[in-house]
């Protein structure tokens, strides 16, 4: 196994009550396999990446890891924005315990940045920090990689950038992959597992999965 979550237990306070997205959740990754999760707005998909990534702890429950994880792909939420485009990715590899050099380059020629890679983050559009976001993930190796719904920003040539360099690391890596694209799922997942009522359900093929949710959906 790759990747083993215990009895997984996250929820949020509002309005001074507990409320629980994830409850007693359980499930084995294979390693070498890739993995679709579907399940409805707000079932918490989003959370469990974070969970798996370690970028959010639960409250009670085990996550296990066997292998590298990658943060969630894209995601453009953490970095520091009194910091530049290059102080962030400095710092992110020497905590992936990376070369620094490497890693800043790669991401600098990924994003195509220029001048902006040396200003403060804040002063950046939201696309320039998905660009920066991307190419950081792509400059890291990891053995599996998180990708929530979002593999490819920006323009039509920069997307198909994003897609060539993905699915080169879709080679040699596997995937957890969140999508409501069933073709997408399709094409890069060789299991498919539903979130529904704090649980996981991990089915053979996508398109299982796929009428095992439509079947909770309608019920």
């Known amino acids: 196994m790759i990747l083993e979550l215990k009895n997984i237990v996250k929820g949020y306070h ?107 983050v804040r002063t950046y559009s939201s696309g320039m920090r998905a660009r920066l976001a991307f190419g950081l993930s792509m400059a890291m190796e990891f053995e599996v990689y998180l990708v929530d719904e979002i593999i490819a920003v920006g323009d039509a040539p920069f997307r198909r950038k994003c897609r060539r360099a993905f699915q080169e690391r879709r080679e040699r890596a596997s995937l957890i992959m969140v999508s409501h694209n069933i073709k997408t799922l399709v094409s890069n997942c060789d299991l498919c597992a539903v979130l529904s009522e704090g649980q996981l359900i991990l089915y053979d093929t996508v398109k299982e999965a796929e009428a095992a949710a439509t079947e909770l959906n309608e019920a």
């Not at 939420?77 to 020497?94: D, I, P, Q, T, Y």
């Open 14 to 120: 509002s309005d001074g009550r507990y409320l629980p997205v994830l409850k007693g959740l359980s499930m084995s990754f294979p390693k070498g396999k890739s993995v679709g999760i579907l399940g409805r707005n707000g079932a918490g998909k989003s959370t469990l990446l974070r969970l798996i990534a370690g970028t959010d702890q639960p409250d009670s429950g085990q996550v296990i890891r066997h292998g590298r994880m990658s943060w969630p792909i894209g995601f453009r939420g953490g970095f520091n924005g009194s910091l530049s485009g290059e102080e962030n990715c400095r710092f992110v590899a020497r905590v992936y315990g990376q070369d620094v050099d490497y890693i800043t380059a790669f991401a600098l020629d990924f994003s195509e940045l220029g001048d902006y890679f040396t200003r403060p």
